[in-house]
């Protein structure tokens, strides 16, 4: 089993909030200043995360930020924040802060434009003045700070080797690198007239370069007033200043209505408010930092996570792409579900199930999964039964995965039972036995799949699922009295492991239809697995065991990483490593719209 010794940073002890679309990733929105600390972007070339910060050490919260929001009073500076901050997230995606310097009440919005003619690579910061005094007040609105850090990062974070570069073009600061090519460049201005200032870094003095773009405002006696400040990102400086003169030229208020339309059409209901925020908020994650398209090449790709603290990074399994974030995305958004099933066969089809890859689909790390294999099957049955689009079978991309996959999964039949062997578990350990439960389990399902999605004469030629299933009651069980219960693994042999994997559970077999929730074997074999929860995962997998509605509780009121997924967490629920786990919220929300809507349950 994987340790937490996987991941590379500790957990983030600042609450950030968290924002973004599938272009730009804002993870370290401060909430103490409202200031930004990190901006990242995909780049297909540079097969990893690009990252902009402040500082090398822009986790900890405590460095110089990225980007700034600060206010001066009647000449005088004064702390955004010198009365307190409030914060409160719009439609669970939007972060939007109240401060009352003096008696002026400032609510400022961080959001990355989302939605039909507002999908930009690019962010804002909106910001709203209203002056409760009696007497007007001069104000200067700016936003400053330093590029003092870039990296790259599949996993771990590597720092660009070349000089960090902050110009003025215009009323435009630029953030690039010195030397070509530097994958990625920021351009930030202002929504109306401005004056803008930089100041180069100095390497003898480890200066970082930095910036300051200043808005002079009057804000009259009981009125208000209102700006906003543009990031957008290219793949070099000059896409950069193009993207944002389109942020300016379609104006921030048509740009977040457009978001809040578009987030609002995502959301889900299950009838019960807090059950709602837990599906909605765990939804929203895994959408923008799941699925992310490449800056360089527009394309589609599925990370594990965006979150430069997610210890898996930007690496992907195709189980985790089709059966954690593609369910959550198809809740939302059925079309990009869609698209995202036929990306994922471009990318990773050639090669089902082998293992690890960078998002791209090279080979990260080696190590064949039944589930692996399998999930393509299943993702496009779930597909088409929600849907109705039938259609999607006749892509030659789907097709071709499919029969590749159903090929690779004959190979691994043995030849006297109807059972299938692994190289590795999902939790990427090699398998204790070759023959694991929940590698048959499904198998079973995804053969059941194909036999609904190929064509008539291939899908005769396939094993008989039920087969499989009654070979799994025959060869899975640990013996032949009234207490018994499924092994995890085993060699046909008389070896057997009863240790059950925390990523592939044996609790999740009736969500493969292998046994019903109320089977007496799968009942034991819950109560036995019951214990204090170590892996998020496998806590989910307890939403289809006889304690379900316990479980449902208990995820309600997990803290988990400040509200979002963790691949490790302690009995409370509190993230203890890996958080920020993009991928793994997928499955939370899937999971827990699933049993709500399929099972009727209720914490």
């Known amino acids: 089993m994987e340790t937490h010794s996987l991941t590379h940073d500790a957990l983030p002890a600042v609450p950030w909030q968290i924002t973004g679309n599938h272009w730009l ?51 005088r500076p004064v702390a955004l924040a010198v009365e307190g901050m409030v914060w409160e997230r719009a439609l669970h995606w939007l972060p939007t802060f109240t401060a009352t310097p003096g008696t002026l009440v400032v609510r400022g919005t961080v959001f990355a434009p989302f939605g039909r003619d507002a999908d930009i690579a690019g962010a804002v910061f909106a910001i709203t003045v209203e002056n409760r005094g009696t007497e007007a007040k001069e104000i200067v609105l700016s936003l400053e700070g330093t590029l003092g850090h870039r990296q790259l990062r599949v996993r771990t974070p590597r720092p660009a080797s070349d000089a960090h570069r902050v110009s003025k073009v215009g009323d435009v600061v630029v953030l690039d690198g010195a030397e070509p090519p530097g994958h990625v460049a920021l351009a930030i201005a202002a929504d109306g007239e401005s004056m803008v200032s930089v100041i180069e870094g100095d390497a003898a003095s480890h200066r970082a370069p930095s910036y300051a773009v200043r808005c002079h405002l009057q804000v009259p006696a009981k009125g208000r007033v209102e700006t906003a400040f543009y990031i957008g990102a290219g793949p070099e400086r000059d896409g950069a200043c193009a993207t944002v003169g389109v942020l300016r030229r379609r104006g921030w208020r ?40 490449a800056l360089d090449d527009a394309h589609y790709y599925l990370v ?77 049955d779930r597909y088409i039964r929600d849907t109705a689009d039938d259609q999607i079978v006749e892509e030659p991309v789907l097709a071709d995965t499919l029969y590749l996959s159903s090929d690779d999964l004959a190979a691994r039949r043995d030849k006297t039972h109807p059972l299938y062997h692994t190289e590795v578990t999902l939790s990427g ?40 299933r009654a070979a799994i009651r025959r060869h899975f069980t640990s013996d032949g009295s009234a207490k018994n219960v499924f092994l995890a693994a085993t060699d046909l042999a008389g070896g057997v492991s009863r240790d059950d994997d925390p990523v592939a559970s044996a609790l999740w077999l009736p969500l493969y239809e292998t046994v019903d929730r109320l089977d007496s074997v799968y009942r034991r074999t819950a109560k036995k697995a019951a214990g204090e929860p170590k892996q998020l995962v496998q806590q989910l997998a307890r939403l289809f065991g006889p304690d379900a509605s316990a479980v ?33 919220s997928g499955l939370v929300a899937y999971v827990a719209w699933y049993t709500v809507h399929a099972h009727g349950l209720r914490p």
């Open 304 to 380: 594990r996570s965006r979150a430069p603290w997610c210890a898996r990074g930007v690496t992907i399994r195709d189980w985790e792409a089709l059966a954690w974030t593609v369910p959550a995305v198809q809740l939302a958004d059925p079309p990009l579900a869609r698209e995202l099933i036929l990306r994922t066969c471009e990318i990773h089809g050639y090669a089902p199930g082998r293992g690890v890859h960078y998002f791209d689909g090279t080979l990260f790390e080696p190590g064949f999964t039944l589930e692996g294999a399998a999930a393509y099957a299943i993702a496009t």
């Open 552 to 584: 449902l509780e208990w995820l309600r009121r997990a803290p988990l990483d400040h509200g979002l997924a963790a691949e490790f967490v302690d009995a409370e629920g509190r993230a203890v490593g890996s958080g920020g786990d993009a991928a793994l």
């Open 429 to 468: 350990t090699p398998a204790a036995y070759p023959f694991t439960l929940h590698g048959n389990a499904v198998v079973a399902y995804a053969l059941d799949c194909l036999k609904r999605t190929l064509d008539e004469e291939e899908a005769k030629e396939l094993p008989d699922p039920e087969a499989v």
């Open 254 to 293: 048509a740009l977040l209505t457009a978001t809040r339309d578009a987030i609002r059409s995502l959301e889900q209901t299950t009838g019960m408010e807090s059950l709602d925020g837990l599906i909605n908020r765990h939804l929203l994650f895994a959408y923008f930092y799941a699925v992310a398209r």
């Open 25 to 75: 990733s804002i993870p370290c929105v401060h909430p103490a200043d409202a200031a930004i600390h990190a901006l990242g972007v995909l780049h297909r070339g540079a097969r990893s995360a690009v990252e902009f910060a402040g500082h090398e050490d822009f986790l900890s919260g405590t460095r110089v930020a990225l980007a700034r929001p600060t206010i001066e009073i009647d000449g």
